[in-house]
């Protein structure tokens, strides 16, 4: 690992050498590796570790080990490769682990049945009256059609990165964080992070809540590297869909 300085800003600017396996031979190298690994069997959304976001104000995320086991860790570190929202609507009050009756995507149009007429139709979310603030069945802020962020979190040592599932009240934590980095001048795959937990109150009990940290910026090459792995890998990522009725952190 080598270490300079951007005369700019003065800010550390690290190449990672060995530390990120899929720099080794760019990601079509990591690629490769992974579909030998499976049998020539195609990559599936199953195939990636999930970390979501623990109930009741917890501070420790549950994260495997080599073994499968879960382990307590205050934090996870990481290049964030790729990011995407995605929302869910059921017209029960309490979802029975049936597939939402509205989904979406991209946040940005949901498909489905809104009304209990049985008919599916595409709906704009930004101007369904479920995605708006106030709407939560539990009281409080929320909405009641569940927005989530999903960020795959590419870890030192790994060739698939972690899916990473946040509730709208992380996502304001994030989204901060991000555009605090933007107005920078720095891309989200241009450095790593740490994040971790807090404990917050809110009409419905405590809940976690997300910290986000930059560790260090990383290498132009590196980025490049890390670009090339994304896009490769681009395909896979569209298709997982987090879990939507996973309601820690939602709170408010």
């Known amino acids: 690992m080598s270490v300079a300085k951007d005369p700019k800003t003065e800010t550390a600017i690290v190449k990672l050498g060995g530390e990120y396996p899929v720099l080794a031979g760019g990601g079509q190298h990591a690629v490769t590796l992974i579909t030998d690994s499976l049998g020539g069997a195609e990559i599936t959304p199953f195939d990636l570790d999930t970390v979501k976001m623990p109930a009741g104000g917890a501070v420790h995320f549950s994260v495997l080990n080599d073994q499968g086991e879960e382990d307590a860790v205050k934090f996870i570190e990481g290049i964030v490769v790729f990011q995407r929202r995605q929302r869910g609507f059921w017209l029960k009050d309490e979802p029975d682990g049936s597939p939402p009756d509205c989904f979406s995507d991209d946040a940005i149009t949901g498909i489905g049945d809104r009304t209990g007429n049985g008919e599916a139709s595409a709906q ?35 060739f698939l990165p972690t899916v990473v599932s946040l509730p709208p009240t992380s996502l304001k934590v994030w989204q901060k964080f991000v555009m605090r980095q933007a ?27 997300i910290k986000v940290t930059k560790v260090r910026d990383i290498s132009a090459d590196d980025q490049k590297q890390i670009v090339a792995y994304a896009e490769l890998l681009r395909s896979l990522f569209v298709k997982v869909r987090a879990d939507m009725t996973n309601d820690a952190g939602d709170g408010e």
């Open 124 to 158: 704009e979310c930004k101007t369904c009256p479920w995605a708006q603030w106030g709407t939560a069945r539990k009281g409080g802020k929320g909405q009641a059609c569940g927005l989530k962020t999903i960020l795959f979190l590419l870890r030192k040592g790994e």
């Open 183 to 209: 107005s920078r001048g720095h891309a989200m795959t241009s450095y790593e992070v740490s994040i971790g937990l807090e404990k917050r109150s809110g009409p419905s009990g405590d809940y976690s809540a």
